[in-house]
């Protein structure tokens, strides 16, 4: 059991050089939680619009996306939450995208829009131009453990469209008050703290291509030596001025998932 922690901890160092790929749990499994010795990213997302990246800058791996190609959202980032460090957070005009969405034969890092010729599967810099929605990170700045993994996250297939003042408010206070209690209650404890954040899609788009969140919700799970859940909870908000509810057990936000999206989602496999 300890000889799987290590190797996994070890993978998004050394094979994850990469980009758009078939399955997490053999390209990037470092970047989610294996509650009893199984490598367990969230389930209910089933169809080629889904591409899965292992989100790649100056060839390391930082953490991991599930991307919709139709709605051009973030499904959901995940991520292992190892502190945080007090990075220089980028003013970035012009987000990272991801060029192996559009051909697969480009490079494996993420890269701006300079890179790709015609960009379709995705969201660009300019659909947020002038709208009242900031780039919402799901895996946080706040989050990252060091200035690469900060500068990783400006890329925009780890970004969707969020209410200026929730984005500023309330979802920045739920994302500080994770990783305080992230900190405090599991790694300062000796625990492996993962991380899973996603977007419901709504009803709306923005520049008509675009779609807008309903809702932002997180997700936790902290695994002993052992690979042994020992402590979970979620949160999740409107993606308006509004409260975040939580913190809840996981099976609690699972059933809020149900209901908003309609299928069965399934985070940590069950298990946390």
């Known amino acids: 059991m300890k000889l799987l922690s290590v190797v996994l901890l070890l993978l998004p160092l050394?094979?994850?050089?990469?980009?758009?790929?078939?399955?997490?749990?053999?390209?990037?499994?470092?970047?989610?939680?294996?509650?009893?010795?199984?490598?367990?990213?969230?389930?209910?997302?089933?169809?080629?619009?889904?591409?899965?990246?292992?989100?790649?800058?100056?060839?390391?791996?930082?953490?991991?996306?599930?991307?919709?190609?139709?709605?051009?959202?973030?499904?959901?980032?995940?991520y292992r939450f190892t502190g945080r460090v007090d990075c220089n957070r980028t003013t970035r005009n012009n987000w990272y995208i991801e060029p192996q969405l559009e051909d697969g034969n480009?490079?494996?890092?993420?890269?701006?829009?300079?890179?790709?010729?015609?960009?379709?599967?995705?969201?660009?810099?300019?659909?947020?131009?002038?709208?009242?929605?900031?780039?919402?990170?799901?895996?946080?700045?706040?989050?990252?453990?060091?200035?690469?993994?900060?500068?990783?996250?400006f890329t925009l297939t780890n970004a969707a469209p969020q209410n200026l003042s929730f984005n500023r408010g309330q979802w920045k206070v739920t994302e500080r008050k994770m990783a305080v209690s992230l900190n405090e209650s599991c790694r300062n404890v000796g625990l492996s703290a993962f991380v899973v954040t996603g977007v419901v899609p709504g009803n709306y788009k923005m520049n008509n291509r675009v779609q807008i969140p309903s809702h932002f919700w997180t997700a936790f799970c902290c695994l002993d030596n052992n690979n042994i859940p020992r402590r979970s909870g979620g949160y999740i908000g409107e993606n308006i001025n509004n409260v975040v509810s939580g913190p809840m057990t996981n099976r609690d936000l699972e059933r809020q998932l149900y209901n908003l999206y309609g299928r069965t989602v399934t985070l940590f496999g069950g298990r946390c």
């Open 106 to 153: 480009l490079g494996p890092n993420m890269a701006t829009e300079s890179a790709v010729r015609n960009i379709v599967n995705q969201a660009v810099n300019a659909d947020y131009a002038g709208s009242p929605y900031d780039r919402g990170h799901l895996a946080p700045v706040f989050h990252a453990a060091s200035q690469s993994c900060s500068d990783a996250t």
């Open 14 to 78: 050394s094979l994850c050089l990469a980009r758009v790929v078939n399955d997490f749990t053999k390209s990037c499994p470092g970047f989610f939680a294996t509650p009893n010795d199984v490598v367990s990213p969230p389930t209910g997302f089933t169809g080629d619009r889904f591409k899965r990246i292992c989100q790649t800058l100056n060839n390391k791996a930082e953490f991991a996306t599930l991307y919709d190609t139709t709605y051009r959202i973030p499904v959901y980032s995940a």
